[in-house]
């Protein structure tokens, strides 16, 4: 199976910053990359499909980039709805595999 | 509105068995593969398996090939896990998803069912 490795595992950011997340997948999966949040008690929410199509109803803060077995989540200016933890999720291969997720908390 | 409710969790000792369903509705469920994918508390989201369009074609996790049955039923609206020989480690939140339009993966989940598997 593929594996995905998120980075980092937590940040701590505050209101207005700009957020970087990381997802190195451990063999290339062309653009077959999605990103999801999820809040606690909550399903995940997807924010971004293809590596880098905003999911439609997503804020436009939210952008991904990446192809091959690096990507990135950007999050623009950072909003405080947008504390939550964050999973990448291939589905190049099967079985879906997804990252181990990045919690973003308050500073 | 596209829809997913879960139900059938609950609490039962390890070799029980389960059985999970999702009621959908706001879109034409029988046009759409659907997935399972789990939680264990306070752990990440694993994928659990897959079932195509009319039933044809499954795939499942490692973790729980043989154990467990996905099936629909398009008449219904309806989605099901099968669990036999529960173990604790599958104990976790477990969500009806369901597999969006062409390269769109999983768009549209339910809130989860909890299945606590304990003696």
């Known amino acids: 199976a593929i594996q995905m490795t998120q980075s980092p595992s937590s940040l701590s950011a505050s209101v207005g910053d700009r957020v970087t997340i990381t997802c190195r997948a451990s063999?290339?999966?062309?653009?077959?990359l999605g990103w999801y949040q999820q809040k606690p008690g909550k399903a995940p929410n997807l924010l971004i499909y293809a590596a880098s199509s905003l999911q439609s109803g997503v804020p436009s803060r939210f952008s991904g980039s990446g192809s091959g077995t690096d990507f990135t989540l950007t999050i623009s200016s950072l909003q405080p709805e947008d504390f939550a933890t964050y999973y990448c999720l291939q589905d190049s291969n099967y079985p879906p595999t997804f990252g181990q997720g990045t919690k973003v908390e308050i500073k | 509105e596209v829809q997913l409710v879960e139900s059938g969790g609950g609490l039962l000792p390890p070799g029980g068995s389960l059985r999970l369903s999702c009621a959908v509705s706001?879109?034409?469920?029988?046009?759409?593969?659907m997935h399972w994918v789990r939680q264990a508390p306070g752990k990440g989201l694993v994928w659990v398996s897959r079932?195509?369009?009319?039933?044809?074609?499954?795939i499942y996790a490692d973790s729980v090939k043989g154990r467990f049955t996905i099936s629909r039923d398009n008449a219904k609206n309806t989605l099901y896990l099968q669990m036999h020989s529960l173990r604790s480690e599958d104990t976790a939140v477990y969500y009806c998803?369901?597999?969006?339009?062409?390269?769109?993966?999983?768009?549209?989940w339910g809130q989860g069912t909890l299945v606590t598997v304990s003696p």
């Open positions: 063999q290339g999966i062309t653009i077959n």
């Open positions: 706001g879109f034409s469920f029988r046009s759409y593969w």
């Open positions: 079932i195509n369009y009319d039933g044809s074609d499954i």
């Open positions: 998803v369901r597999e969006g339009d062409g390269n769109i993966p999983l768009d549209y």
